[in-house]
Nanobody, 122 residues
Framework: QVQLVESGGGLVQAGDSLRLSCAAS????????MGWFRQAPGKEREFVAA???????YYADSVKGRFTISRDNAKNTVYLQMNSLKPEDTAVYYC????????????????WGQGTQVTVSS
């Protein structure tokens, strides 16, 4: 069982930055692929970024070059650094953990956090 708790969301202006954090419980954190997803009102949950233990990371085209995912296995924490935020980045952001090998689909993840709201004003 893994519990995930996100933090760091908020209201910012276009062009600003935010860093989301996701703290995980459990001793097997390093075995999971960690992902960030987001869901805007009226839209489906979509993939944002994922990181395997090690250096492999993956990004949605819409955030590539602006967002960076990182993980600290010693702290059981995964981060999402979001730069150059746009109004279209407004959504609830969810952290998720999965056993792999799937990376991009929400169905590939077993554990989910409660979500944190990110609102970007123009």
């Amino acid at each position: 069982q893994v519990q995930l708790v996100e933090s760091g969301g908020g209201l910012v202006q276009a062009g600003d930055s935010l860093r989301l954090s996701c703290a995980a419980s459990g001793r097997t954190f390093s075995r999971y692929v960690m992902g960030w997803f987001r869901q805007a009102p009226g839209k489906e949950r979509e993939f944002v970024a994922a990181a395997w233990s090690g250096t492999m990371s993956y990004y949605a085209d819409s955030v590539k070059g602006r967002f960076t995912i990182s993980r600290d296995n010693a702290k059981n924490t995964v981060y999402l650094q979001m730069n150059s935020l746009k109004p279209e980045d407004t959504a609830v952001y969810y952290c998720a953990a999965g056993p792999g090998p799937g990376t991009y689909s929400p169905g590939s993840y077993i554990y989910w956090g409660q979500g944190t709201q990110v609102t970007v004003s123009s």
